[in-house]
């Protein structure tokens, strides 16, 4: 199946300093990738839709130029959380659609978790 | 706009008996219907999907999940729970053209007693 790989898995940084969090797809290519957070014992909180080659959609409420999105290439897409503060932790996830693949489903990373000291 | 519901927050079930999670969804068209299974500070694993055909699905590690469509849910279900199937479940719809943004439930906690 097809693999999505997030990296860094684990995080801390102090606040006020910049994390970037790479997602990437090993074995396809994704024209669309998905970024959501999670908070404790939450659903996931989809924040925006990172389309190669192009600037990301944002949900509602998600602030755009605090969660920077870069999708360069078919198969990386970064989230950049800009000047981080305590209230950014969370565990944030991207996911990805197989490129032409309408009715496939969603592939995961198996997730960030980001700590803001 | 398409959503879910998972109305349980918590399954607790006997390992060896039967495992329901129970999924409701709202969209206009034909949907698209997903469930995917959490562990701890992982992210999701794909189980199975009803995208047409046959109204009863059947995934990964024994799960299978039954479309209903007058009753628009979704329901998982595994015939015997193993300790191992104990993890954070969600169920998603998307519409079935266009739009490929996936609405996920709150997410059921399943917990399968030894």
């Known amino acids: 199946g097809a693999v999505v790989s997030q990296h860094p898995s684990w995080v801390i940084c102090k606040s006020g300093t910049s994390v970037k969090i790479e997602c990437r797809s090993l074995?396809?290519?994704?024209?669309?990738m998905f970024w959501y957070r999670q908070f404790p014992k939450q659903s996931l909180m989809l924040m925006a839709t990172s389309n190669e080659g192009s600037k990301a959609t944002y949900e509602q409420g998600v602030e755009k130029d605090k969660f920077l999105i870069n999708h360069a290439s078919l198969t990386l897409s970064t989230l950049t959380v800009t000047s981080a503060h305590p209230e950014d932790s969370s565990f944030y996830i991207c996911?990805?659609?197989?490129?032409?693949?309408?009715?496939?489903?969603?592939?995961f990373g198996e997730g960030s978790r980001l700590t803001v000291l | 706009a398409q959503s879910v519901a998972q109305p349980e927050d918590q399954v607790n079930v006997a390992e060896g008996n039967p495992l329901t999670v129970k999924c409701t969804y709202s969209?206009?068209?034909?949907?698209?219907l997903f469930w995917y299974v959490q562990y701890p500070n992982r992210g999701l694993q794909f189980l199975l999907k009803?995208?047409?055909?046959?109204?009863l699905v059947k995934g990964s590690y024994g799960f299978e999940a039954e479309f209903n469509k007058s009753q628009t849910s979704f329901h998982l279900k595994k015939p015997s729970a193993l300790v191992s199937d104990s993890a954070l479940y969600f169920c998603?719809?998307?519409?079935?053209?266009?739009?490929?943004?996936?609405?996920f439930g709150k997410g059921n906690q399943v917990v399968v007693i030894p």
């Open positions: 074995d396809f290519q994704a024209t669309t």
């Open positions: 009803y995208i047409t055909g046959d109204n």
């Open positions: 998603a719809v998307r519409r079935g053209s266009g739009n490929n943004r996936l609405a």
């Open positions: 996911s990805a659609f197989l490129a032409g693949e309408n009715t496939g489903e969603l592939f």
């Open positions: 969209v206009s068209g034909n949907p698209y």
